[in-house]
């Protein structure tokens, strides 16, 4: 039987720093179906200075920035839903306080797909990497491919890094060609609708991202595209189904055709 597809509903800091509604996040994304809860591991204090610092951006920051101790809460809080925790690390000056969590996957995100020492850093010390290559030009992929670290535990997220996604710009040939170079590949989709998903587990993706939410409504951009509950969980849905429909049952007559071949055929003239 195929392997089935991994699921990560990305909460990201749609939370907005309320520690209840990202356990509450955690408890809908799991009765839906998903494998993975992801968050966003990042420090205000690393910021350089930017637009952000003007446009109100940093004040938004400040009120979505989680602290150490809400990260073990969530770390428990998915172990207590049977599902796995999953984060962002943006940089290497966090990878020493999730190393002390004992998590054995973390995500990089297409904003550091160019920073080849924390990819290398969390390779030396996570049992899988998925890198997002949205935003990402084509000879940093292959620098990627070139580091001296263990590939088999990376798996590429093919995206779009445009905030929602129109669907003249999914681009799923890419996702196709970076399935030639690797074979552990998935997608992280922006569309607000579930389309683009669907797509990518029928073209082989192993894994699927996609931002997830409880209420449209709630403040911040990535609350406004996010999937709801019942849409995450028809991604599920499909993707168990397509597991059954690529059972392979030979090129013969199945079973399950015995009664048209037995007792149809050859009910009409041929000539």
């Known amino acids: 039987m195929e392997k089935k597809c991994q699921i990560i509903a990305e909460i990201g800091w749609n939370h907005m720093g309320s520690l209840d509604l990202a356990k509450k996040m955690i408890d809908q994304a799991t009765v839906s179906g998903v494998d993975y809860c992801k968050f966003q591991t990042w420090r205000v204090e690393n910021l350089k200075e930017g637009p952000w610092n003007k446009d109100g951006r940093i004040e938004i920051y400040q009120k979505a920035e989680l602290k150490d101790q809400d990260y073990i809460e969530l770390i428990e809080h998915c172990k207590k839903n049977k599902v796995k925790f999953l984060t962002s690390i943006f940089n290497v000056k966090d990878l020493p306080f ?5 998590i054995k ?13 924390l990819i290398k850093k969390c390779a030396d010390h996570f049992d899988k990497i998925f890198i997002s290559v949205g935003a990402c030009k084509w000879e940093e992929f292959e620098n990627i491919m070139n580091l001296k670290i263990d590939l088999s535990k990376v798996y590429f997220l093919h995206c779009v890094s445009s905030y929602p996604l129109d669907e003249n710009n999914v681009n799923l040939p890419k996702l196709i060609k ?3 170079f690797h074979k552990q590949i998935g997608y992280s989709g922006h569309l607000k609708e ?5 797509a990518a587990i029928s073209l082989g993706a192993s894994i699927i991202e996609k931002h997830f939410t409880i209420d449209n409504n709630l403040p911040g951009r990535d609350n406004k595209f996010a999937l709801l509950p019942a849409d995450m969980k028809k991604i599920c849905d499909y993707r168990d189904k397509f597991v059954k429909m690529n059972i392979d049952k030979g090129i ?19 000539d």
């Open 178 to 180: 970076l399935k030639s």
């Open 105 to 117: 996957s973390i995500k990089i995100p297409s904003h550091e797909v160019y920073n080849l020492d």
């Open 98 to 102: 999730l190393l002390k969590t004992n």
């Open 252 to 270: 013969n007559v199945q079973d399950c055709e015995m009664d048209i071949y037995n007792n149809y055929r050859g009910r009409w003239s041929k």
């Open 194 to 198: 579930i389309d683009d998903a669907i």
